[in-house]
């Protein structure tokens, strides 16, 4: 089991940043990758920004261009760097990791943070 803590929500003005980390009790390099996720209310989950063992990266539309992810100074440690903040943007956001993969070769995000809130005010 992989234990994941986020940190750094808040509440920001419209056209502000956050900068969300993410704990892990392992290395990025121990799992396939980690990513993400966010869950406004009334909505659907949705994955935002991966990133794998490897260092590639993977953005939402809804998100490229403004946020970025990124390893931390440690090799447990991930960040999501969020620029140009809208209100749209307000959820809870969650750190997740994957350590297993589907029967079709997907990656599968089977290790869950408790969630950070972050409210972007108009």
């Known amino acids: 089991q992989v234990q994941l803590v986020e940190s750094g929500g808040g509440l920001v003005q419209a056209g502000g940043s956050l900068r969300l980390s993410c704990v892990g009790s392992?290395?990025?390099?121990?799992?396939?990758?980690m990513g993400w996720y966010r869950q406004a209310p009334g909505k659907q989950r949705e994955r935002i920004a991966v990133?794998?063992?490897?260092?590639?990266?993977t953005y939402a539309d809804s998100v490229k261009g403004r946020f970025t992810i990124s390893r931390g100074s440690a090799q447990n440690i991930i960040n999501l760097q969020m620029n140009i903040l809208k209100p749209e943007d307000t959820a809870v956001y969650y750190c997740?990791?994957?350590?297993?993969?589907?029967?079709?070769?997907?990656?599968?995000?089977?290790?869950w943070g408790q969630g950070t809130q972050v409210t972007v005010s108009s």
């Open positions: 990133i794998r063992r490897d260092g590639s990266t």
């Open positions: 997740a990791a994957s350590t297993s993969m589907t029967i079709t070769g997907l990656y599968e995000y089977n290790h």
């Open positions: 392992r290395s990025i390099f121990s799992m396939n990758a």
